[in-house]
Structure formats: C-alpha cells, structure tokens
C-alpha cells in the first residue's frame, strides 16, 4: 500500500511527495501483475492462436494411429509335479521388481525382432520407414541435410584416421538381423508399444499403436503370446543345461564312488578284517569285560562302605539301627525290643526298690545278657560283610587283569576298525550324493514334457476403428496453453524491455520532478494541430480540456506567494505536443474567462509551428521583426477568432536565435509583455535540440516540460530535466497525449485514470458548452 504525503511549495517548483511503501503489500503486486496480462492480453492471446495455428498444421500432417490393448495375467498360482525349485525358478509376483523385470522382457528388442520376422512388419511401408514423408517433413528435409552435412565435416577429420581393416569390416555385406528395414521395424513397434501394470493388480496391459487397427490388435496380441512362448522356450533351456550339468556331474560322482568302495574292500583285505570274527570278538570281550570289572568295582566299594559304617557304629551302638544289615536282622530287632523293654522295667523298680533288691538285680542281670547276646550278633554281621568284601576284591583284581590282556590283544584291531570306518563313511557320503543327484536329474527328465508359462492372456486385443492420436482436442489445447505461456513470458520481457515513461508516479522517480498533469490524446479530423485544438476549445468540459486546466491550476496553487506570469512550455524532442498544448492552454483560458489576458509568443526560431496550431494562414509580424525595431508590438499582435487569446508569431529559420533570444530587447519585450498581460506563455523549441530552451526557461518565471505518453525514452527526459534544473529550479512535467484505453489497462491510479473511468463527467455531447464568464482582470504586482 502507497501512502502519500502532500506536496511542498519550493519557490515554484513543487518537490516530489515522498513514498513510503509497505513490504507486505501482496494485494498491489497481484494487480500490477493482473494489470500487465490485461494491456498484454492481446500479444499473450496472439502467441496461443499462432501457436494453436502451428499445432492444427503439425496435426493436420500427422497419420492417424489406432490403439489395441491385450491383457497377460502373471499366474501367481503354485504348479508343481515334481521338486525342480533349485534348477528352474518361475516369476516371484510378490517381488515388485521380478514383475517389473517381466515388463522389460516384453519391450526387449528381442521379443519384438520375434513378432516383426512372424507378422512381416519389415516389409510393410509403414513399419520399415519406406513411407513417403509428409509436409513438414519434406520442408525440413534442407535443414536436415545441412545439419547432417555440417556434422559430416566436423567428423571428417576424426573419422580419417580410421584404420583400413576396420573400413573393410564396416562394407561387409548387411546380414539378416542387421537388415535396415528390420531394424526400422523394430524401432517402430518399439515407439508405439506400452506395457504397463494395472494399478496393484498381477494384469499386465500390453497396448500397440499403428496406422490400421486391426494390425494394431495383430502386433499387440503377437507380442503376448511370444512373450507366454518366451517363458517356455527359458524354461526348457534352463531344463537342458541343467539336465546336461547333471549328466556330467552324475558321471564324476559314479566314478568317485567307484573308487570309495574299492578302497574300502581293499583296506579289509589288506589288514586281514575281511570274513574274519577277530576283530568284532576281541572288541565285544573287551567291551563285556570292562563291564564287568566296573560292577565288581562298584561292589567293592559298597562291601567298603558298609563295613566303615559297622566299624563306627560299634563304638556307638544307638546308630546301630541306621544300618541296613541290622535293621533288617529279625533276631537283632527282637533283641533291641527286649532290651528297651527291660531298661523300662529296670527304671521302675529302681524307683520302687532299693539298690540291691534282688528283684532289680535279676532285672539287671537280664538286660546284660540282652545286651551281650546283641553284640556277639552284630559282631558276626560284620565278619560276614568283611568275608564279602575280601570276595568283591579278589574278584575285581581278577577282572582288572583280564582287562588288561583283552585291552592288549584288542588294540590292533581297534584302530584297523577305525580307519575301515573312516573309508566306509566317505563312501556313504558319495552313495548319498550320487543318489540326491540321480534323484534331481530323473525329476528334471520328467519335467521336459510338463513345462507351462508362468501367465496366461487374459484378454486378446480386438481391432480399433477410432483413432486414438492425434488428439484434436487436448492438442490445440496444449498449443494455446503453451502459446500463452509464451505470451506471458513475451509480455514480461516486453514489460521489462519498456524505455518510455507510462505513469506520472515513473517520471517523478526517475527525474525527482513533480507532475503538474497527464493531458488525453485528442484526433482531429485530419490529424492536424488546428484540428486537435478545435475540438479542445469547442468542448471546453471535455476530459483535454479539463486537464489542461488542471496544469494551470497546479501551476498557480504552487506558488500562491507569487503566482508566475511568464510561463516557458518545452519538451525534450520534438512532435510531443507541445504547441498543440500551447495553443489549446492559451485559448482554455481566455475563452472560460474573457477578462483574462493571455498572450502566446513562439519563440521557436527554428520551426514556428504555432500558426499551424492556432490554423493561421497569415502569421502577420513575427517576434524577431518585433525585437528587430522593424514593427511595432501592435502589428505583431494578432488575436484569435475562437478562443480570444492573443498571440505573436515567429518566422521559420530565424537567423542568429541563441543571440536574439539572449538580447537586452528580449528581456524588455518580455517585460513589456507582463505589464499588459496576466499571462505569458511562451513556446519555446525542444530542450535536446537546440540550446535556446535553456535560454528561455531562464527568462520564464517557470518552466513547463511536456513529455508525450509511452514514447519518449527515459534517458531522453531525464538527461532534458537535468539541462533546465542547471539554469532553474521552478519546473513541473505535463504528460501530453495519454491514450485512455491503454492507460486505463496499467491501473495507475493518476489522473488519466480517472480520465478513462469518469469520461461522463467530463463531457457530454449534448449539452450546450457554458458562457464564458467574465472576471475582474488578474492584475498581478510587479
């Protein structure tokens, strides 16, 4: 968003209003750019239709092609009669990349070569590249041969040191498979084939594209099932060359096992093992033996340990029971029952009778023979287990020894026993790798017969009556799109490219002067400046009309303390309006106020073309005649019929002008001219092409610069407002000759916008022009 703060009054010259701009405004550069593509719409418009007409030719040229699809279906069903998963493999449809691979064997060349020799597409003019070329072809035809002349050139030096061997073996004579309309073929049907995957589906779409339909649909299912013939005709090769791998394996490993049971049948023969029990005795003896001296021992050893226990409980017969061999003695419990019996009675009557009681005596003496008889049997029970236990060593001596005589025999034969047994494995292990391998080569035998593809078609593809390139629609589309695009992207350089001044918000950042006003183009009848200032002054409310006033208006309300009286109108080229401005200002005023006096001078020595612009045919006596002495001021005085404005002449190549101009009598008339007049406009010639508007500019009170809309250069005015800023400070710019319409499309928001919206308010054809209004006369101090 703009904001503006109001101009200031510098001695007449207005300052440039300073601008401060908001960096988020979005809003005002999605106008300019909206903007730009609205006074540009008809180049961008423009660029799409050529570019739709371009297309509609290029279409037009084109041969209709006609598409046919037939669909394979990847079988993700198991088949198997026999186990051959090691030898042949099938297609892994849970593998994305195994089924993409599958797509690439249909569009292999080799496939295709397959159904170009079936069809005979190599002698068809539309697949081997003899078809006569079409238009456009045949108009590019030079260009083609001087680009592949131009290429021949630059790889002539290259192509010259190539040995002769190898030119002898590129002229060899062109086989079958290197045939070039073959090879055209192939690049055709390889151009228009697509073979895609339907969606997440195991269906395989195969689509063809050729200029008959029905060959369309031939090509399209040929490539089908070469490609289901293709999976066979693999899988039958790998089965050969597996089978064949096989058979010379199967004959190494029958060889090795040969030589494995040979060797072992002549080990046995040779160490004496071969018919002869020997060995397998001595071992089993040797074997029984060592279990049998293990079990003695073991009896030792517990004939030890119960005697160790007898020997402790001894010496503490209440661990007696714990034995085994006395708890299960029958005589030694009935004697420990007796024993406790009389140990009870014993505490009984030592408790009733006295020490010496007979009766306790008796008791006691029963109790010892108890206790005596006792232990002469748990004394026998020991000598019993010491008999068993010198019985269990004699025998594990006896055993030890013969172990050691059977261990001595028996040893020769173990290791003879052991190195047979090493020769007997590794003829099993080639038995058992020669089987697993006759078992795999019956299974690949059998297979031969049963081989099947791994998809089948699920749909054949069925000829095609509509064409289905070119595609009228979406082709014109895209041309115009693209035209536009274009367009667009021509606009935006032209935007760029743009050295002309379009907007007073332009000229006052680029010159730092202020706009005074931006005056509507107006055609006269015949192009002419009398014409044009005409209708200026016949529609005094016209949109001309009232902008040309509004550059008096700025003119006076910026310098209120001393409004100017000699006003210098100039451009910086020449045919810029500034006559025409000249007159049509001049005659504005002094027709909408006739107490107002207005004098226009030409001071343009060089051209004076106000005569023209007023329609004068007898400019009466000129400026120069006037400073010259040779008439005087009311001779050279004219006044004009329609508007009243009073005006004097120049003559066309004045001799001398930088000098008549710089003359003490200039500046008198000058002041002469502003005692009898409110208002002096002088029309001074263009800044760039003499030097006499510097001068001018000088003697005016202020400085008018008109600048023609979209056609000056920039660096033009800007290098014309630096000349007069360095001889003075009070300069406005007035913008002539606007168009509305154009205008209107960059969305300015100056006062030619305005013009353009409101055109209305302005001007209305049937009311009546006002009266003139007579005014007190502006008679300013001097």
């Keep these: 968003m703009l904001s503006r703060v109001a101009p200031v009054a510098d001695g007449g010259n207005l300052a440039p209003a300073p601008v401060t701009v908001r960096a988020n405004d979005a809003s005002a550069e999605l106008w300019s750019w909206l903007h730009l593509l609205n006074r540009r719409k008809a180049m961008i418009v423009g660029c799409g239709l050529i570019a739709v007409a371009l297309m509609a030719v290029m279409i037009a040229q084109q041969t209709p092609l006609y598409k046919a699809s037939a669909r394979i279906m990847l079988d993700t069903r198991t088949f198997k009669v026999v186990s051959t998963e090691a030898a042949l493999s099938g297609v892994d449809t849970l593998n994305m990349g195994a089924i993409q691979s599958e797509l690439e064997v249909i569009k292999s060349d080799f496939l295709i070569a397959r159904v170009v020799d079936k069809l005979g597409?190599?002698?068809?003019?539309?697949?081997?590249?003899?078809?006569?070329?079409?238009?456009?072809?045949?108009?590019?035809?030079?260009?083609?041969?001087?680009?592949?002349?131009g290429i021949a050139k630059l790889l002539a030096p290259i192509t010259s040191n190539s040995s002769e061997p190898e030119e002898s073996a590129k002229t060899s004579a062109p086989t079958e498979e290197n045939d070039p309309r073959r090879l055209a073929a192939i690049g055709a049907v390889s151009g228009h084939l697509s073979v895609t995957l339907l969606g997440r589906t195991f269906v395989i779409v195969v689509t063809v594209e050729s200029p008959d339909g029905t060959m369309s649909a031939k090509i399209a299912n040929a490539i089908a099932d070469a490609y289901l013939s293709d999976q066979i005709d693999s899988k039958n090769e790998a089965n050969k060359k597996a089978t064949d791998w096989l058979e010379q394996r199967l004959a190494e490993l029958r060889r090795n096992l040969q030589a494995a049971e040979e060797a072992v049948a002549a080990y046995r023969r040779d160490k004496g093992l071969a018919g002869s029990p020997e060995g397998n005795v001595s071992t089993q003896t040797l074997s029984d033996l060592n279990t049998r001296y293990t079990q003695a021992r073991g009896r030792r050893v517990e004939k030890e340990a119960r005697l160790v226990a007898l020997s402790k409980a001894s010496l503490n017969p209440s661990e007696l029971a714990n034995i085994a061999e006395v708890a299960g003695n029958t005589t030694l419990a009935a004697l420990r029952i007796q024993d406790v019996e009389l140990s009870r009675k014993l505490a009984e009557l030592g408790a009733q009778l006295g020490e010496n009681h007979p009766r306790l005596v008796q008791v006691r003496n029963e109790l010892n023979a108890v206790r005596a008889r006792f232990l002469s049997e748990t004394q026998r029970i020991t000598l019993a287990?010491?008999?068993?236990?010198?019985?269990?060593?004699?025998?594990?001596?006896?055993?030890k020894e013969m172990v050691d005589k059977a261990s001595v025999v028996s040893g020769t034969a173990t290791q003879y026993e052991a190195e047979q047994k090493q020769l007997e494995r590794e003829a099993q292990s080639n038995r058992t790798l020669y089987e697993s391998f006759l078992t795999r080569y019956k299974e690949l035998r059998q297979q031969q017969d049963i081989q099947r593809a791994d998809a089948r078609i699920l749909s054949y593809a069925s000829p095609s009556y509509t064409p289905s390139s070119p595609n009228y629609k979406t082709g014109l589309l895209t041309a115009f799109i693209i035209g536009c695009m274009l367009g667009m992207a021509g606009a935006v350089a032209a935007e760029k490219l743009d050295r002309v001044f379009r907007s007073a918000a332009q000229i006052e950042e680029a010159t730092g002067v202020n706009v005074l006003g931006m005056i509507p183009e107006v055609k006269g009848a015949s192009g002419a400046r009398a014409s044009v200032v005409g209708q200026v002054l016949d529609n005094t409310t016209s949109p001309a009309a009232e902008a040309v006033r509004a550059v008096f208006t700025a003119i006076t309300l910026g310098s209120l303390d001393r409004p100017p009286k000699v006003v210098a109108i100039t451009s910086s080229t020449p045919s810029e309006g500034k006559t025409t401005f000249v007159a049509s200002l001049g005659g504005l005023l002094?027709?909408?106020?006739?107490?107002?006096?207005v004098l226009i001078v030409d001071l343009d020595l060089r051209q004076a073309s106000m005569s023209a612009a007023l329609g004068l045919r007898d400019r009466g006596g000129t400026i120069d005649e006037y400073l010259m002495g040779l008439r005087s001021l009311d001779e050279c005085i004219r006044r004009h019929d329609l508007s009243g404005v009073d005006y004097i002449c120049a003559r066309p190549n004045t001799p001398n002008a930088p000098e008549i101009l710089e003359s003490h009598a200039m500046r008198s008339a000058l002041a002469t001219f502003a005692d009898r007049y409110d208002l002096v406009i002088l029309d001074g010639p263009p800044v760039m092409a003499v030097s006499d508007a510097r001068i001018i500019a000088r003697l005016a009170d202020y400085t008018v610069f008109v600048v023609q809309w979209a056609k000056t250069p920039r660096e033009v005015v800007k290098a014309a407002i630096s000349a007069l800023l360095a001889v003075t400070s009070h300069v406005g710019i007035v913008i002539n000759r606007v168009n509305l319409a154009k205008h209107a499309r960059?969305?300015?928001?100056?006062?030619?916008?305005?013009?353009?919206?409101?055109?209305?308010?302005?001007?209305?054809?049937?009311?009546?022009?006002?009266?003139?209004?007579?005014?007190?006369?502006l008679k300013l101090a001097k």
Excluded: C
């Design 590 to 597: 002094t027709k909408m106020n006739a107490s107002r006096r």
């Design 746 to 777: 960059y969305g300015y928001g100056d006062h030619s916008d305005y013009y353009s919206r409101y055109q209305g308010y302005y001007s209305d054809e049937s009311d009546e022009p006002p009266k003139p209004v007579r005014r007190p006369s």
């Design 121 to 149: 597409l190599a002698n068809l003019p539309d697949f081997n590249g003899t078809k006569p070329p079409g238009f456009i072809d045949r108009s590019l035809a030079p260009l083609r041969e001087l680009w592949s002349t």
């Design 385 to 399: 287990v010491r008999a068993e236990l010198d019985a269990a060593k004699a025998e594990e001596e006896e055993l």
